[in-house]
């Protein structure tokens, strides 16, 4: 394989995978391990809405300052100690591991390797010289097309396990709010999880197309009959 394909490979594992040093199967302070029993609890609850609970394997908790969380290509999430501080409630909690779930669920890290590794040879059998991956344009599409996805699917998990879908936009409206505020703990959390406008309309959209498609659901009535949610929704499907 040539140098250039390999650098962008390591490139890219920094991208899918920030702070690759995994939570520690043995050893955790009892804290630690009473904070990842609880992590668990919430995602056992949550992994029976998935569509593939099989790829759910492991629960890390990490300790460590960053408002951080991600899923590996081995199947295991692992929240940061700084997101499980910063989230103000369970339902918040529910939100993070709900989005990472889904990721597992949809097999995206997979994917992600699979175009990458694809879209180096492509630009390498044309001759062109690829500086990073990471921002190239095909890598950032497929990107946000399972960013989108993640929340989306997170979205429903948590909120059949009887969480409260209603603070996600909140949660993420919050996590803007930080960056905007020079926290640095949050940087690497949002360099794969860019807050945007669009990510925040997209989660009032979802709340008003779920109540649509599944009326059983909880917080419905209050959902429908909420004018900013029901506005957005309507701007948005009139586009
Ligand atoms: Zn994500």
């Known amino acids: 394989m040539k140098k250039t394909a390999v650098f962008i490979m390591m490139v890219l594992a920094l991208c899918i995978f920030p702070g690759t040093s995994f939570a520690k199967q043995q050893g955790d302070s009892p804290e630690i391990e009473a904070l990842r029993k609880h992590v668990e609890q919430i995602a056992f609850k949550l992994r029976d809405q998935m569509s593939r609970p099989d790829k759910l394997r492991n629960v890390h908790v990490q300790k460590g300052p960053d408002i951080n969380a991600f899923a590996d290509n081995k199947g295991d999430i692992t929240i940061f100690t700084g997101m499980i501080d910063f989230v103000r409630n369970e339902d918040e909690l529910a939100t993070v591991i709900g989005h990472e779930l889904a990721h597992l669920s949809a097999q995206h890290i997979k994917r992600s390797i699979g175009t990458s590794i694809l879209a180096t040879v492509a630009q390498e059998a044309i001759g062109g010289t690829l500086g990073n991956l990471a921002g190239s344009a095909l890598f950032t599409k ?3 097309k399972h960013e989108r996805e993640a929340d989306r699917l997170g979205m429903l998990y948590m909120w059949r396990a009887g969480y ?49 498609e599944f009326p059983e659901l909880n917080y419905c009535p209050g959902i429908m009959g909420n004018e900013d949610l029901i506005r957005t929704f309507n701007e948005f499907e009139a586009r």
Request: aromatic share 12%.
């Open 164 to 212: 409260d879908p209603r603070l996600i936009w909140k949660f993420w409206t919050d996590m803007d709010k930080q960056m905007k505020a020079g926290n640095s703990k949050i940087e690497k959390f949002l360099s794969t999880h860019p807050v945007h406008s669009e990510r925040i309309e997209n989660f009032k959209v979802l709340l008003v197309r779920y109540c649509k």
């Open 142 to 144: 497929q990107s946000r």
